[in-house]
Nanobody, 124 residues
Framework: HVQLVESGGGSVQAGGSLRLSCGAS????????VGWLRQAPGKEREGVAA???????SYADSVKGRFTVSRDNANNTVNLMMNSLKPEDSAVYYC????????????????????WGQGTQVTV
């Protein structure tokens, strides 16, 4: 059974930075596409970033140039560095994983992911 656990959320002023981390039980990250998705109250869950097993990253237009996703396979961790945060970035952030290939055009879709963390709140 795979478990994902997010950490690093919190409150920050506009323009500030936060670093989210997602740890996984079990060695799934070596073959997994890992995504970061967020959901604000009254809005649909949206993908913001994803990274595949080769380290290829994808970003939503709304966060390009501000967010950076990275992975540390040795420690089974995927990180999301968020800079220049805006009030509209406030949401519950989830990490999610899909073991195997996900096409580039689908990596920000919540429907591609099987394993999910419990979410961490980010307030700007």
């Amino acid at each position: 059974h795979v478990q994902l656990v997010e950490s690093g959320g919190g409150s920050v002023q506009a323009g500030g930075s936060l670093r989210l981390s997602c740890g996984a039980s079990g060695s799934i990250y070596g073959d997994a596409c890992v995504g970061w998705l967020r959901q604000a109250p009254g809005k649909e869950r949206e993908g913001v970033a994803a990274i595949d097993s080769d380290g290829i990253a994808s970003y939503a237009d709304s966060v390009k140039g501000r967010f950076t996703v990275s992975r540390d396979n040795a420690n089974n961790t995927v990180n999301l560095m968020m800079n220049s945060l805006k009030p509209e970035d406030s949401a519950v952030y989830y990490c999610a994983a899909h073991v195997g290939w996900v096409s580039l055009g689908r990596r920000l879709s919540q429907y591609e992911y099987i394993y999910w963390g419990q979410g961490t709140q980010v307030t700007v």
